[in-house]
């Protein structure tokens, strides 16, 4: 009898994952807590660890595929598993938020306890060799289609998968007696094709939910910065920094978390389902993040209460986590406002959208040396937009004005984030 690893819960209520990348395959000996795959969820690329010790009977799932909670994604052969790889009741320890008694997150029901061992029905069969080749299911269907055998496809996608323009190219090179009675295919323009999944997708749903939910308001406000950039490059030589990246975004968090202390309506989010506007305590800084992957917004907890230096030690390691897919669940979740840097772009201002669950989110564009009036005369000064997106609901004009305007005005004149800072 082989014994299934279910797909754990992930926290944060994740009812899906989407497996990236098997890091074993059958007949391979699994160690206690091995890192076995990759899986990527709505919130973050999380590695999986075995919680059996044995010897992999098959991979239930291909890469690129997403699976419920509690699904079966791998087997192991049940002669070969470990004292420690099981319970007295004879089932397999499984990773928190599946079990007996746990709440089945698709139904919300509770489940019933497993039955024993000796009753339980054995596993399916092995899968024939064809549907273990690494493809997505619309590459499986028009090689369906197409009357292909995918194992004759070579795959030149991550991990030796096959792809659509794979399949293509073989039945475009297959005689018309191996094609059978399939359609002959259609010349094609030239193009690529990325199915569309993992966090590119939730983001996108959930941008398109804010956009057509909250009445965005964005306001504009263009700074000659030029005390900003000269404290940025005295903290950059002063030795309390030694070793931390120092940069403009970093003043320009550091205002943000103590102006919002006097404009909380732009710490809050608005409660459709009980109608009511919630102010958070905390402040909570979500960093917008591009990664290979996607946006990400991870966050920087209770940030007005960070010192310079450590916020600019919170700010790069949230940073190249999110970089890294190396973001914990838990950055991910709880943000209060966000702050997005789309000067590090070249890009000198813009209309962002807000996150989900908030009420505002800061823009900060390119700095430019360009003509600036300076006590009464020209000078080439360093000068920057700003932009605040902010929830009509939630927000005023006024206090979205006065909200930006006092981070400009910081900005203009940085000595305040050192004095109290």
């Known amino acids: 009898m082989a014994t299934d690893f279910l797909l754990p819960d992930l926290g944060e209520g994740l009812a899906d994952a989407e497996i990236v990348r098997w890091l074993v395959k059958a007949g391979d000996e699994v160690a206690l807590n091995q890192v076995i795959c990759e899986v990527e969820t709505a919130k973050a690329l999380v590695e999986l660890p075995s919680p059996i010790v044995g010897v ?58 497993s039955a024993p061992a000796a009753s339980a029905p054995t596993a399916a069969p092995a899968p024939p060799a064809s549907s273990r080749v690494l493809a997505k299911p619309p590459v499986r269907d028009l090689a369906r289609r197409l009357g292909l055998d995918l194992t004759t496809v070579i795959g030149t996608g991550s991990n030796g998968a096959v792809i659509r323009s794979d399949v293509e190219a073989a039945s475009a090179a297959a005689p018309a007696a191996v094609a059978g009675t399939a359609s002959p295919a259609v010349p094609r323009q030239e193009e690529t094709r990325v199915p569309i ?19 965005h308001v964005t306001e504009f406000v263009t700074v000659d910065v030029t005390p900003t950039v000269e404290l940025v490059e005295h903290l950059r030589a002063h030795p309390a920094f030694e070793g931390a990246r120092v ?23 608005w409660d459709e389902a009980s109608q009511e506007i919630v102010t958070y305590r905390a402040v909570n800084l979500g960093i917008a993040v591009a990664t290979p992957r996607g946006l990400m ?13 450590e916020l600019a030690d919170a700010l ?6 999110a970089r890294d897919g190396k973001t914990a669940v838990s950055e991910l979740a709880g943000g209060t406002i966000s702050l997005t840097n789309i000067g590090s772009f070249g890009i000198d201002s813009g209309t962002p959208i807000i996150n989900p669950g908030e009420a505002a989110i800061l823009c900060t564009g390119a700095i430019r040396r360009q003509p600036w009036e300076f006590r009464g005369e020209i000078a080439l000064r360093s000068v920057m937009t700003l932009s605040v997106s902010f929830d009509h609901r939630l927000v005023d004009g006024a206090e979205g004005s006065a909200f930006l305007a006092e981070i400009g005005r910081i900005l203009a004149d940085p000595l305040e984030l050192i004095a109290l800072g």
């Open 197 to 215: 999944g993992g966090v590119r997708k939730r983001t996108a749903a959930a941008m398109v939910a804010s956009a057509f939910t909250a009445p």
């Open 316 to 321: 790069s390691g949230l940073a190249t986590r």
């Open 56 to 113: 992999v009977s098959s991979l239930r799932v291909s890469e690129g595929e997403t699976v419920m909670v509690g699904a079966p994604i791998i087997s192991f052969g049940a002669d070969d598993l470990a004292p420690e790889s099981r319970e007295e009741d004879g089932r397999s320890n499984m990773l928190v938020g599946y079990g007996p008694g746990e709440t089945d997150h698709r139904s919300g029901q509770r489940r019933r306890k």
């Open 247 to 269: 940069t403009p975004l970093l003043l320009v968090a550091k205002a943000l978390a103590m102006v919002i202390l006097r404009h909380p309506e732009l710490n809050s989010r």
């Open 297 to 309: 917004v991870p966050n920087i907890r209770d940030v007005n209460s960070l010192t310079l230096r």
